[in-house]
């Protein structure tokens, strides 16, 4: 199956090192089961954090943030990268800001299509999905060592 992806791509900061709008299309579709309508935006710390404290009660940025916006009968969501946290996390992590954003925008896409981390069992499902498709994007799995 190959499914179709409409992809639509915000960059709302002019940061260094950002991925191009070709690799984010690469990364979403290599996440995704079904056809979908997707925008992915690329934001500051300002813009995550408004959002995480509005939708989610967190006063905080955070690194991806995922509205799913209709599940039937294209599948169709928002995803928002945060740049800036992305890029401190990767330098933490000792990772590529490729390997992070690509990880981070496969998890976003997985949210959209129903994987959750709730539960222990969701969490081990949902990692095993992302690490299978972060390699098929050649990068190295993103739960290695964070045990």
């Not at 069992?121 to 990068?139: N, T």
Request: charged share 30%; proline share 5%; with cysteine.
């Amino acid at each position: 199956m190959n499914p179709k992806l409409d992809l639509t791509v915000q960059y709302a900061v002019n940061a260094h090192g950002l991925p191009s709008r070709a690799r984010l299309r690469r990364w979403a579709r290599a996440a995704l089961e079904r056809d979908a309508r997707v925008t992915v935006r690329i934001v500051g710390t300002r813009e995550a954090r408004a959002l995480n404290r509005n939708f989610r009660g967190k006063d905080r940025p955070t690194n991806v943030l995922t509205f799913i916006l209709r599940e039937r009968p294209r599948l169709e969501g928002d995803i928002a990268l945060c740049a800036p946290v992305i890029s401190r996390e990767a330098r933490a992590g000792h990772k590529s800001a490729a390997a992070h954003y690509a990880h981070l925008l496969v998890h976003g896409v997985l949210h959209l299509q129903g994987y959750d981390h709730e539960t222990e069992r969701e969490a081990r499902l949902m990692e095993r999905r992302e690490s299978r498709v972060v390699a098929r994007l050649g990068f190295p799995d993103p739960y290695e060592g964070n045990g």
